[in-house]
């Protein structure tokens, strides 16, 4: 098939090679925390590990705790599903990340930070830690009291929810908490936390650089600043790319497509599948865009094509998922496992069709009463792909 | 003291027996014996006072903290979706054939344990593993016999 490729603006700003960041956190530090907070609101920046919360809010909540002892930690336990990028964003430019930590440290009164680092990601730990060394210093010549230090994580992804991660850290099961109350408040050790994804640590570095207007302009209302992707799937390209928010993903499938695109997984497992026909009615972004359905991603964008059966698609995620449930809450334990079961009875015949309705119910309960995103998120891939793709379930 | 005693016991006296020191105790002892045995989760227990149990529970909520007996080399193959659509069970086919083991097994000289492990986060690279803490990539069952044939010969 041939296609006239469209090509989506590539962004240069996460991966460019900065190294003055020196300079930037000179800068930044000699401002007030007001004024620098009110940049970070202003640019618009939500978090890019996926759940999408402003940025510049989390820190000014933070900062208006009165407690002695607070924390930044950033977020490196990227697990989900068709997500990479905060991998090579710790390879390429680590010292942009401690740069947003390092700034944020100040605004709120951290003397201490952490990088929760997955251990599937253990091979970056000397890289890293050399990286570590060379900041501390320039935060010593700086005079800024502030320490990062590397907590790895032993292989489980809901220790990438933040409430999680706090207990993982703590010595415990990385089991989530209830919330509120939130990390900013409450957080590790249950002292006020900002805990921001990779990517958003680096990005607040472009906004300290540039300005929160040069971030704005771009992406669309609501959606502001490029975000980096991590493509993969059934694409002649795939790999990190970073693009602005907003795009539709039919854009999106005529760039990174194989010319047979059938669906598009946006924002991993935990996300939403977009069948064929939806594709120019479904942009990347955070919810409040006027106009069609926007979709926020952690970044994910996993590209299928018409060989793929979306019966084993969905089969691979419950698989995930029933592992990775903690199997604190039952909705979720049992949710998961009962879906799981669900779907391959149907297959086999040893269910009816109309026992996918009752498993569509089932997802609307995990939903509503799950404690935690993970079980909550499971009804958004499994009821984009059995709705829309009921006779792959069945036959 | 015995190996794991001093083992145990310098890693609580590196990390310090706050219960937030728990993982990092519990995953330098994989480091050196790629599992937890019952005998090194009490040791940890006694050495750092809390109970056993807590021990136990924490380490068997990680997928990576493993209780059961391990090879000297953990190969664990990614088994989510782009890799599954990538060939990972050829790849697995290939190292079942070349180590004569079933995954979740463990060869007879200890050398290599074969599992499955979910997204490692090589989705443009597919399909991917980890032996013990190193990556691989674009493996194709050709490859990966390559890389464990190394393995294999060293020493």
């Not at chain 1, 669309?220 to 993969?232: A, N, P, Q, T, Y």
């Not at chain 1, 799937?233 to 005529?254: A, C, K, N, R, W």
């Not at chain 2, 190193?134 to 044939?149: F, Q």
Request: glycine share 8%; net charge neutral; hydrophobic share 35%.
């Amino acid at each position: 098939m041939t296609t006239t490729k469209k090509q989506l603006h590539r962004i240069d700003l996460i991966f460019k090679n900065e190294q003055d960041c020196k300079e930037i956190l000179r800068n930044a530090l000699a401002r007030s925390n007001q004024e620098v907070i009110n940049e970070m609101v202003n640019s618009g920046l939500k978090g890019r590990g996926g759940a999408g919360f402003p940025t510049g809010l989390k820190w000014k909540l933070t900062a208006e705790q009165k407690v002695d002892e607070k924390f930044v930690i950033c977020n490196a336990d990227e697990g989900e599903p068709g997500t990479f990028k905060d991998r090579e964003i710790l390879t390429r430019v680590p010292h942009k990340v401690l740069s947003g930590m390092a700034v944020c440290a100040k605004i709120i009164g951290a003397r201490k930070g952490y990088i929760y680092l997955r251990g599937e990601y253990k091979f970056l730990v000397p890289n890293l830690k050399k990286e570590l060394r060379r900041f501390h210093d320039i935060l010593d010549e700086l005079g800024l009291d502030f320490r990062v230090e590397i907590f790895m994580g032993s292989g489980a992804y809901i220790c990438g929810e933040e409430s999680a991660l706090f207990e993982s850290m703590e010595g415990k099961r990385g089991e989530p908490r209830n919330k509120p109350p939130f990390p900013t408040e409450i957080g590790y050790m249950n002292k006020p936390t900002v805990i921001n994804n990779v990517e958003t640590l680096a990005h607040s570095y472009t906004i300290l650089k540039y300005g929160a207007k040069k971030f704005r302009e771009l992406g669309v209302k609501d959606s502001r600043g490029s975000k980096v992707f991590s493509v993969s799937g059934d694409t002649p390209i795939p790999g990190i790319y970073e693009l602005e928010l907003g795009m539709s993903v039919q854009d999106f499938v005529d760039d990174f497509g194989d010319g047979d695109t059938k669906a598009v997984q946006v924002g991993g497992a935990s996300g939403f599948l977009v069948p064929r026909k939806r594709f120019g009615k479904t942009s990347i972004g955070y919810q409040g865009k006027l106009t069609g359905i926007s979709l926020p991603t952690g970044g994910s964008m996993m590209i299928f094509n018409s060989s793929r059966s979306m019966y084993n698609v969905l089969n691979n995620y419950l698989d995930f998922f029933e592992e990775e449930s903690c199997g604190q809450c039952t909705p979720c334990r049992v949710g998961c496992q009962q879906l799981l079961k669900g779907i391959k009875a149907v297959k086999r015949g040893e269910k009816p069709a109309s026992y996918l309705d009752k498993l569509l119910k089932l997802t609307d309960t995990m939903k509503l009463t799950a404690k935690c995103g993970l079980g909550q998120s499971v009804a958004n891939s499994f009821s984009s792909i059995v709705e829309n793709f009921r006779e792959e379930m069945i036959y | 003291m015995d190996f794991q005693e001093k083992l145990v016991h310098d890693l609580v006296a590196k990390h310090g027996t706050d219960r937030e020191n728990l993982l990092p105790i519990l995953q330098g002892v994989i480091d050196q014996e790629r599992f937890l045995s019952e005998e090194a989760i009490l040791k940890i227990a006694k050495e750092m006072s809390i109970p056993a149990a807590d021990v136990y529970g924490t380490a068997t909520f990680y997928s990576f903290l493993d209780t059961d007996p391990r090879g000297k080399y953990v190969i664990r193959v990614c088994k989510t979706i782009t890799c599954a659509m990538k060939g990972k069970n050829q790849i697995i086919q290939a190292i079942e054939n070349f180590l004569k083991i079933k995954v979740g097994e463990t060869t007879v000289d200890k050398k290599f344990t074969i599992l499955q492990t979910n997204c490692l986060g090589w989705c443009h690279k597919a399909p991917a593993m980890l032996v013990n803490d190193d990556v691989y990539t674009e493996l194709t069952p050709e490859s990966v016999v390559d890389i464990l044939r190394e393995y294999r010969e060293e020493n």
